[in-house]
């Protein structure tokens, strides 16, 4: 076209303005075959968001009140599976404040790492992913031996790797073995170096930064009145975090800092979680140590000593007649929950996740509810991503690092 | 000043007098209750003042108690003060033939799906609820599967001994037949 020829201008309203309604999931791969979120688009920028859920939902709350604490154990595992074992531990450390059980030192320090390990795992799995869904799979690749290596620590530790059912009332099922000491070993010295050249391929990275800053930000305030814990919350400027509000499993003991960021977008969450792993290593180090000065008979202690609730060990339960006894009263759920209520909140790797559980004296909770950190972040989708553009719809969801197993309860 | 219990007793027994009862210290969280149609004013209230600050809802949910005659439904509030770090339970009581609550959504956006998910298990109706649909079920679903009414097992099997799988508590919280008998076998009726 010369420059001496005119555009042509349309009059007005003379093509209609129209918006489109698409479906992005369930089936689509970022949604992980469950969330529906019905976009309308004006063009490529998203007007308005619905979202559905439902798709996974078991209802574990009505299953738990049907059975004795220790066969809701499984359940837990399966909310939010990238870091099995804090639902897990959150689940026994509720049980544990309405049985009045006092666990000893060593075992809140085994605890501990176990926990974190699962933060680093959640952390890495969410962070690659967002780089995934950003176009860059190479950080994706590199993580995923370490997140394997987890994986082999808690299989030594209690023989599975995704869904672990690693806890017991009490403690653990059986110690921490040479071979998972010696994996942590190696997960320590090399994991770092790992996460270091992570870092230096996106967090200066170009692209990695205009696709991530400014998308789906969220204020202190508004975040606070949705219900945000966790990175999520933190990323928006607010330094909260359960382990330093309300220490459980002695978190207070250890030194670490509490990451924020300020604008609550998609890059401020993924720096969260990356200094987060970076503290989880810290706290990682300083259960070490500190798991190592015990001596003697307290070098052996992996549960607190509660026969009537803590399930005994499988060589006890073959050997001898008491550890039979109490094997069989508790998972026939012979053994009674005083009655009460209890609320028990843990900083899982999303945030915060609680457990409120009814009991009724009976061998079953009356009522068990878990505030599950994702089912709150997702409400806020809408308000997140309206205005911007359909690709950062789906940064935007990985960022938030939503778990569908969690959210459908 | 670290905000106690007692203080908050205090502060909310000042302002809503008889209207707000049964406190309970379970496991060291204030636990009260208040009537249903107050418990917005005292939600705003519990926001508002600027010595509780309880700005943030940590969860809701519904339990149901077949035997509270007129109060079959509770709708239990999670608040948090995260700067003086304290957290409060209250609870309202409805009837399940009317279970009109008013909605938090105004006060809380957390609110929003918790409602709907309490609606959508429990049938708790929230008054002004802008959007107040099942979330997790079915939207053809005609009745609320979390209800004590509908047991996961068949009840009318007698070759499971209820005390021996789960239910069967020593404080049932009534839970019994319209005659007035346990919903466990009794001793001596259980099969040899």
Not at chain 1, 52 to 66: F, L, M, S
Not at chain 2, 118 to 129: L, P
Request: hydrophobic letters at 40%; proline letters at 5%; one cysteine or more.
């Amino acid at each position: 076209m010369s420059t001496t020829e005119k555009h042509i201008t349309l009059p007005e309203g003379s093509i209609e303005k129209t918006t489109t309604k698409i479906n992005l999931g369930p089936t689509h791969p970022a949604t992980h075959g469950v969330f529906q979120n019905i976009l309308e688009l004006d063009g490529e920028k998203i007007v308005s968001a619905e979202q559905t859920i439902g798709y996974v939902h078991r209802a574990i709350e009505k299953i738990a009140e049907r059975r004795p604490l220790y066969q809701i154990t499984p359940l837990t595992d399966r909310l939010n599976y990238c870091s099995s074992p804090i639902n897990n531990m959150g689940w026994h450390l509720t049980c544990e404040k309405l049985l009045g059980v006092q666990t000893p030192k060593r075992v809140d320090y085994l605890r501990v790492i176990i926990m974190e390990l699962a933060r680093i795992a959640d952390h890495l799995i969410c962070n690659s992913i967002v780089g995934v869904d950003a176009g860059a799979y190479t950080g994706f690749l590199y993580l995923m031996q370490y997140r394997e290596l987890i994986y082999e620590i808690w299989e030594q530790v209690c023989g599975a790797r995704l869904t672990t059912n690693i806890g017991r009332i009490g403690g653990f099922e059986r110690n921490f073995n040479n071979i998972a000491w010696e994996k942590l070993d190696k997960f320590l010295a090399e994991y770092p170096k790992a996460l270091k050249e992570f870092e230096n391929l996106f967090v200066r990275n170009r692209i990695f930064m205009e696709r991530t800053i400014g998308a789906g930000p969220i204020s202190a305030e508004r975040a606070l009145n949705y219900g945000f814990t966790g990175p999520n919350l933190r990323a928006a400027g607010v330094d909260y975090d359960v382990r330093v509000h309300t220490p459980y499993c002695s978190y207070q003991d250890f030194e670490f800092n509490v990451p924020t960021g300020t604008t609550g977008d998609c890059y401020d969450r993924f720096l969260v979680r990356e200094e987060e792993m970076w503290e989880s290593l810290k706290i990682i180090e300083q259960a070490y140590r500190k798991v190592q000065e015990f001596k003697g008979a307290e070098a052996e202690v992996f549960h607190a000593d509660v026969p009537e609730y803590y399930l005994p060990e499988k060589k006890d339960v073959y050997t001898k007649m008491e550890a039979l006894i109490y094997h069989f009263k508790i998972i026939m759920g012979e053994v009674d929950m005083p009655p009460g209520e209890v609320y028990h909140a843990v900083e899982g790797a999303n945030g915060e996740l609680g457990f409120y559980l009814i009991s009724d004296g009976g061998r079953s909770p009356y009522r068990m509810h878990i505030r599950r950190p994702c089912f709150i972040y997702y409400q806020a989708y809408e308000e997140l991503v309206k205005g911007s553009m359909l690709s950062d719809a789906i940064i935007v969801m990985s960022s938030l690092n939503l778990i569908a197993g969690e959210m459908d309860g | 000043m670290a905000l106690s219990n007692e203080y908050i007793k205090q502060k909310l027994q000042a302002t809503f007098g008889e209207d707000v009862y049964g406190f309970e210290e379970p496991y060291g969280m204030l636990t009260f209750e208040t009537k249903p149609e107050l418990n917005l004013k005292l939600m705003r209230f519990l926001f508002d003042e600027p010595a509780l600050g309880f700005q943030f809802l940590t969860d809701l949910t519904a339990v149901h108690y077949p035997a509270y005659q007129g109060r079959e439904l509770a709708v239990v509030y999670h608040l948090h003060n995260l700067v003086e770090n304290c957290r409060i339970r209250f609870k309202v009581f409805v009837p399940i033939v009317k279970p009109d609550v008013f909605s938090a959504t105004k006060i809380f956006e957390a609110a929003n799906w918790l409602e709907r998910e309490a609606y959508d298990f429990y049938g708790v109706n929230f008054v002004g609820h802008p959007n107040l649909i099942r979330i997790q079920n079915v939207d053809e679903m005609d009745y609320f599967p979390l209800r004590k009414e509908y047991p996961l097992e068949d009840q009318t099997r007698i070759d499971k001994d209820d005390e021996m799988f789960g239910r069967g508590g020593t404080f049932d919280f009534g839970n019994r037949h319209p005659d007035g008998s346990p919903m466990t076998i009794p001793a001596a009726e259980k099969a040899e």
